[in-house]
């Protein structure tokens, strides 16, 4: 059955719920310049809109009405969850590096001087985690990086449109923070379609293209269409699914209802579908609260309506999400809404990781909690899963192996396919949140994997260099 897409008949809030807008909502965005113009934070005391400056004057920020109006409760603040999302907290900061930013900016210092120290602070902060750089960007014939493509898994290409390194609004842990704050060298974006079309007729191993950013979303709809439109040519027959990676549905759910030119895209996609693509929708979630309103709802209808798959993913987060009946009944409306659960991701180490980790075997924990709570359906989000250099490490579970008290592991994906769904053992490390802290457990000196793995490090980091 081929995808049929009701054209809107009024304008958001759409049909079902029951108003009519002659026209479309703006979008107004607010960044670290206007704090102080957003109304609600007059409810802080000086001191903590104070804070926010300091953070948000090395890690990102950007929020706009929609998510300061419909997503936070302000009555909540600075527990609600959505205000933890966005908004920056004085924790997320090591202590000397936000007394060090707080000086400055109190005495007023020269802009040259708070600039490089600034630089210096985010510098220490693991900007470039996982090696993407270095070890993800192919070359091409004459050894030349090509930007804004990542090839990391054989059957997976990641491609980071130059017009969608933005995002409607910023997470405050977002793990990809370097390339907001405007720091060129962090930057992994391409400027051209034809590189991403001729890498792609190349390697016929691709099966799966994924966009993502920044918020592809954010792009007009022309810019993807150029990007998307060629891959029904006959030459890219190979490029079976297309995803798009986007927290859209959650920051701007506008883009696809009642934006200028929503109708364009939502067709764009139909097209896709009916073209025999599978278009899939990664939509990152971290709570419930981001479902729960009308227009958010409406435009989940509408993509799906269009043969769009959306699934749902996200990490898990302190403050924001660890806590397994939050993700138990995230998951649950996903089911209800036809969004279907795909990754339980461990925060990444980088940036304000200080403020947002949880120990693995908590993540653990949190994850089978709220998995023994929801039905087979629900049950498909899988985690807690690591996105480290060597490939995605699955947290499966902790036992006691010949007395030994061991996490259980395995590749999700791995740099070499062999890797994969091989089961491998750690030492028990309670405090440990990632898994450059873990230790081969049995008294091994070694993970099957790292010869093989510093050997493929050492030819990437060769070639680029
Ligand atoms: C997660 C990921 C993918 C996609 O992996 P799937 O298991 O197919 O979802 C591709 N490339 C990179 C770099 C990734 O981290
Ligand atoms: S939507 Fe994704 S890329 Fe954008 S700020 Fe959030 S985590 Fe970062």
């Not at 939502?266 to 309103?293: C, F, P, S």
Request: aromatic content about 10%; charged content about 25%; glycine content about 4%.
């Amino acid at each position: 059955m081929s995808a049929q897409v009701q054209p809107l008949t009024r304008r958001w809030p759409i049909a079902e719920a029951g108003a009519e807008h002659a026209k479309p909502v703006p979008f107004k965005v607010f960044t670290q310049r206007d704090l102080d113009r957003i109304e609600q934070l007059a409810r802080l005391t000086p001191e903590q809109r104070f804070e926010m400056k300091v953070v948000s004057s090395v890690l990102p920020f950007r929020v706009n009405q929609y998510v300061i109006d419909e997503l936070i409760d302000w009555d909540n603040i600075p527990a609600d969850p959505i205000f933890q999302l966005t908004f920056p907290q004085r924790g997320m900061l090591a202590p000397e590096h936000f007394d060090r930013i707080a000086a400055l900016l109190r005495e007023g210092a020269d802009k040259a001087v708070l600039e490089a120290a600034v630089a210096e602070v985010r510098q220490a902060l693991n900007p470039h985690p996982a090696d993407q750089m270095q070890m993800n960007i192919p070359l091409d014939d004459e050894g030349e990086r090509l930007d804004g493509i990542q090839h990391k898994y054989r059957e997976t290409v990641l491609f980071f449109p130059s017009q969608g390194q933005t995002c409607h609004a910023y997470c405050s842990f977002c793990f990809r923070w370097a390339q907001f704050v405007g720091d060129k060298e962090l930057r992994i974006s391409a400027s051209e379609a034809d590189t991403l079309h001729a890498y792609l007729r190349q390697h016929t191993e691709v099966t799966d293209l994924l966009f993502t950013g920044g918020d592809p979303m954010v792009m007009k709809t022309r810019h993807l269409r150029d990007y998307l439109e060629p891959l029904l040519e006959p030459a890219f027959d190979h490029i079976q699914t297309v995803r798009i990676g986007t927290k859209a549905l959650t920051f701007w759910p506008h883009r696809f209802l009642d934006a200028e030119d929503a109708e364009e895209l939502i067709d764009l996609l139909a097209r896709m579908v009916r073209a025999g693509k599978h278009v899939a929708l990664m939509a990152h979630y971290n709570h419930w609260k981001e479902l729960d309103t009308e227009i958010a709802q409406a435009a989940i209808r509408r993509i799906r309506a269009a043969g769009v798959v959306i699934r749902a993913q996200g990490p898990l987060i302190a403050h924001i999400n660890d806590d397994p009946a939050v993700w138990a009944k995230m998951w649950k409306m996903q089911v209800r809404l036809g969004i279907v659960p795909y990754y339980f991701f461990v925060e990444r180490d980088t940036g304000a990781r200080r403020y947002f980790e949880v120990p693995l075997v908590r993540a653990w924990e949190i994850y089978r909690e709220a998995m023994q709570q929801v039905s087979g359906l629900a049950r498909t989000a899988r985690g807690p899963s690591m996105s480290a250099s060597p490939g995605k490490v699955e947290v499966q579970g902790v036992t006691e192996i010949a007395g030994e008290k061991v996490f259980v592991l395995r590749f999700i994906q791995g740099r070499d396919p062999d890797w994969v769904q091989r089961p491998f053992f750690a030492k028990y490390d309670e405090s440990a949140t990632w898994l450059h802290h873990l230790e081969p457990a049995f008294g091994e000196d070694k993970w099957f994997w790292e010869d093989e793995y510093e050997a493929i490090r050492e030819e990437r980091l060769s070639d680029a260099a």
